[in-house]
C-alpha cells in the first residue's frame, strides 16, 4: 500500500451462491487521482462499488477506503466518501437549498458550516435564482451536477461516480469533467464508472473489468500501448471480445 492510497483492494471477491461476481481484484486509487473503473453490462463493477462503499460485505479479501475496513468499519466508510448513482438521487420535490441542507445534515455537518456551504455551492453552480426552486423542474444537465456538488458537500476523502454523465449532452458533460477535475485538483479521490469511453481519456488510471476479473489496469497511454491499439474503443473490444 502505498502513502498516498486512499482506496486500497486486496484479492475484493464477492460469491453469491456458486456465481463470482468479482474475482480476486487488487488495485490502489491514489488521493487526488481520476480512476476510470470500466466494464461491460454484467462485469462486476456495481458489486465491486457496493463493497468499497461498505454496503456489501466481500466474501473473500480485503478493501480500504478512507482508512477504513469495508468488512469491520462500514459506517466509518460511509460517513467519509460521497455517492453519486447513474440514475438521479435528489429529491424531486425538495428544493435546490433544501437538498443540500438535507444531504449535509445527513453527514452531520452543524448548521453553521452546512448553511455556508449551501450557499458557496449554489453560488458556483450559478443557481442564485434557482436556489428556492423545486429540483425537478431544473434541466437534467444541472440535476446531474448539483448533485455530484451535493455528493462533495461534507468534503469527502473519497467520491464514487456512477455514469454521472449518462444522457447529458456533450457541453453539459464537457462541463460536468471540468467539476471532477477540480475536486481531484483539490485532492478528492474520484472513482467513476462511465460507457463513454472517451471520458476514459480523461482520467489518471483505469481499469477495466471483464467477467468479474480485472483485465487491464493502468494509465490509459500504457493500457492502449499494451494492447497494441490507439483508442478505447479498441481496448474495450479487444479485451471483452477475448474474454471466455
Not at 460536468?176 to 460507457?195: K, Q, V
Amino acid at each position: 500500500m502505498t502513502p498516498t492510497a486512499t482506496i486500497v483492494a486486496d484479492r475484493l471477491t464477492r460469491r453469491f451462491g456458486s456465481f463470482t461476481a468479482v474475482n480476486a481484484i487488487s488495485f490502489e486509487v491514489r488521493r487526488g487521482e481520476i480512476f476510470g473503473f470500466l466494464g461491460a453490462n454484467g462485469a462486476g463493477k456495481t458489486t465491486a462499488i457496493k463493497m468499497m462503499s461498505g454496503l456489501l460485505m466481500p466474501t473473500e479479501g480485503t478493501a480500504m477506503v478512507g482508512g477504513f475496513d469495508v468488512s469491520t468499519e462500514a459506517e466509518q466508510v460511509k460517513r467519509s466518501i460521497g455517492y453519486m448513482s447513474q440514475r438521479f438521487s435528489l429529491y424531486a420535490d425538495l428544493t435546490v437549498r433544501e437538498n443540500i441542507r438535507f444531504y449535509g445534515g445527513i453527514y452531520g455537518l452543524k448548521k453553521a458550516v452546512l448553511n455556508e456551504r449551501a450557499e458557496h455551492l449554489i453560488r458556483d453552480l450559478g443557481l442564485d435564482a434557482e436556489a428556492d426552486r423545486l429540483v425537478g423542474e431544473l434541466p437534467l444537465g444541472m440535476k446531474q451536477k448539483l448533485a455530484f456538488s451535493t455528493a462533495l458537500v461534507h468534503d469527502p476523502a473519497v467520491v464514487f461516480l456512477d455514469e454521472p454523465t449518462s444522457g447529458v449532452d456533450p457541453i453539459t458533460r464537457r462541463q460536468f469533467w471540468e467539476m471532477i477535475t477540480a475536486a481531484a485538483d483539490r485532492g478528492t479521490t474520484i472513482l467513476i464508472t462511465t460507457h463513454y469511453l472517451d471520458e476514459a481519456e480523461y482520467c489518471h488510471r483505469i481499469s477495466v473489468m471483464v467477467d468479474g476479473t480485472m483485465a487491464a489496469y493502468d494509465t490509459p497511454s500504457a493500457v492502449k500501448s499494451t494492447l497494441g491499439v490507439h483508442t478505447m474503443d479498441e481496448v474495450f473490444l479487444k479485451l471483452t471480445r477475448t474474454s471466455p
